[in-house]
C-alpha cells in the first residue's frame, strides 16, 4: 500500500536532538493528521491540518512542531523530547472533512524512541 | 470534548463463533463511528463505519449498530476466522469541520482453533 507514505520507519533520538517526521499522500486528501499511540492508550490526536491550514491542536507539547507545507506533505518536527514521547507516530489524511468525506487513510507510522 | 469508552479490551471467542465489541462516546454532536482494525506491526485499517442517520451497517461478516439515543454502537463480526484476530479500534467524530477521530482504547480479538 503506498497511498500514505512516512519515514523514517524507526528513529531512534537522545533528549538533546532535533529530527523530523515525514508524511507523504498520494490520494489527493485535503485534510491530514497527526496521532500518537502508545502501549495500552487509545490512539491520541495530535494536529488536524486542512487545506493546510491547522485546525486543530490537542493540547500537544511545544516540542512537537507540525508543518504542513501543501496539501501532500506533513511534517512533525522534534526538539528536546523526553522518553515519554516514546510511542508509535501515525500520520493519516481523508478526502475533505467539509464535504462529510470523513474515511481516514492511515500510514504505516514511525517507531520512535528516546533514549 | 469527546470521550470513547470500549469494552472488552480482550475478546477470546472459538473459530466460527461470533464477537461484539462494544464502544460508548460522550458527545452528543459526534456523527461518525467508524471501527479500525490493526494487525500486529501494522497500520490502522478502516474496516466498517456508520453515520448518525443510519442505524445499522452489514458487509459480509461484519455489522456495526447505532443507538444514538444511548450514545453506544457495537461491532458484530460472525463466522469468525483466523485471521479476523488484531486489535479492534472503534472511534467517533463530530463531523462539523475538519476534526480529528477519538479513538477507544482498542480491543484485542484472539480466534482460537
Known amino acids: 500500500e503506498t497511498g500514505v507514505t512516512q519515514t523514517p520507519r524507526h528513529l531512534v533520538m537522545g533528549m538533546t536532538n532535533k529530527k523530523s517526521l515525514k508524511c507523504e499522500q498520494h490520494?489527493?486528501?485535503?485534510?491530514m493528521y497527526w496521532y500518537k499511540q502508545s502501549a495500552k492508550k487509545p490512539l491520541e490526536l495530535m494536529f488536524v491540518y486542512s487545506l493546510e491550514e491547522r485546525v486543530e491542536n490537542n493540547s500537544v507539547p511545544s516540542r512537537f512542531s507540525p508543518e504542513c507545507p501543501n496539501s501532500s506533505h506533513l511534517f512533525l518536527h522534534l526538539h528536546t523530547l523526553q522518553p515519554e514521547d516514546s510511542a508509535l507516530y501515525l500520520c493519516?489524511?481523508?478526502?475533505?472533512?467539509?464535504?462529510?468525506?470523513?474515511?481516514?487513510?492511515f500510514g504505516p507510522g514511525t517507531r520512535l524512541t528516546v533514549t | 470534548g469527546e470521550n470513547v469508552e470500549q469494552h472488552p479490551s480482550t475478546l477470546s471467542v472459538q473459530e466460527g463463533d461470533s464477537a461484539v465489541i462494544k464502544c460508548t462516546y460522550s458527545?452528543?454532536?459526534?456523527?461518525?463511528f467508524p471501527w479500525y482494525k490493526q494487525e500486529l506491526g501494522k497500520r490502522p485499517q478502516l474496516i466498517i463505519d456508520i453515520r448518525s442517520n443510519v442505524g445499522e451497517k452489514k458487509d459480509q461478516r461484519i455489522a456495526v449498530t447505532l443507538n444514538k439515543t444511548a450514545k453506544h454502537f457495537s461491532l458484530h463480526i460472525t463466522e469468525t476466522q483466523p485471521e479476523d484476530s488484531a486489535v479492534y479500534f472503534c472511534?467517533?467524530?463530530?463531523?462539523?469541520?475538519?476534526?480529528?477521530?477519538?479513538f477507544g482504547k482498542g480491543t484485542h480479538l484472539i480466534i482460537q482453533p
Open positions: 490520494l489527493g486528501h485535503n485534510a
Open positions: 458527545d452528543s454532536a459526534s456523527n461518525y
Open positions: 472511534a467517533a467524530m463530530e463531523g462539523g469541520g475538519a476534526d480529528g477521530l477519538t
Open positions: 493519516a489524511s481523508s478526502q475533505d472533512p467539509l464535504a462529510r468525506a470523513y474515511e481516514q487513510y
